[in-house]
């Protein structure tokens, strides 16, 4: 399967569960993103793995946990979710400059009830 | 601060005309590459067309092509021959080319439709 891979596409979750999302690559990309995707607000970079090692954390709170086993995975492990928190979760990866432009998957929509 | 501005939240066009959509950004660098992002229902995000900031020739792809200005600090996009399925969020973007921590700055994106 070629492109970015987002699973599940669309989660429902109470405040107390615990779930996870998935990411996966198979383009030979060295970096990968997750995004948040709120209406009328920019895109928030939550974190970048390059090379497996995270290199950005953009005061995610702790309740986003973020885990890249290895260059073609990325996990974001979720607990304790707010309503707020109920957004369109997109994963992308590069080359590690990003120069080229990054490849999305198309999202998991996630809702916190 | 690196920022970029996209005035027009909203458009509509016509199937087989020609719309442009504009941005501005902002850097003091001087090394960069700039992005048009398109998001249509599906939700995912497609490259539509890149910009290298040194290189003066605008940058085309089959219907898509760009006007880019770096003195104005301008990047706006010409879709042609507009079709059904050019519907979608159309997102402005720049990464630096510098340091080691690059990404990318985004707009808050213009949602175009295209009317039969």
């Known amino acids: 399967e070629t492109g970015v891979t987002q699973t599940p596409r669309h989660l429902v979750m109470g405040m107390t569960n615990k779930k996870s999302l998935k990411c996966e690559q198979h383009l030979g990309h060295n970096a990968m993103y997750w995004y948040k995707q709120s209406a009328k607000k920019p895109l928030e970079l939550m974190f970048v793995y390059s090379l497996e090692e995270r290199v950005e954390n953009n005061s995610v709170p702790s309740r986003f946990s973020p885990e890249c086993p290895n260059s073609s995975h990325l996990f974001l492990h979720l607990h304790t979710l707010q309503p707020e928190d109920s957004a369109l979760y997109l994963c992308?990866?590069?080359?590690?400059?990003?120069?080229?432009?990054?490849?999305f998957g198309s999202g998991t929509r996630l809702t916190v009830v | 601060a690196q920022t970029v501005t996209q005035s027009q939240p909203e458009m509509s066009v016509q199937e087989a005309e020609t719309v442009t959509l504009s941005c501005t950004y902002d850097?003091?660098?001087?090394?960069?590459?700039l992005f048009w992002y398109k998001q249509p229902p599906s939700r995912q995000m497609i490259l539509v067309i890149r910009?290298?900031?040194?290189k003066q020739q605008n940058a085309t792809e089959n219907r898509f092509s760009v006007n880019f200005q770096k003195a104005a600090k301008s990047f706006s996009l010409k879709i042609s021959d507009s079709q059904l399925g050019d519907t979608a969020m159309y997102f402005c973007a720049f990464i630096l080319n510098a340091g080691n921590n690059r990404k990318l700055i985004w707009g808050l994106g213009t949602s175009l439709a295209v009317n039969p």
């Open positions: 910009q290298e900031a040194y």
């Open positions: 850097t003091s660098e001087n090394n960069y590459y």
């Open positions: 992308a990866s590069s080359l590690s400059t990003g120069l080229s432009g990054y490849t």
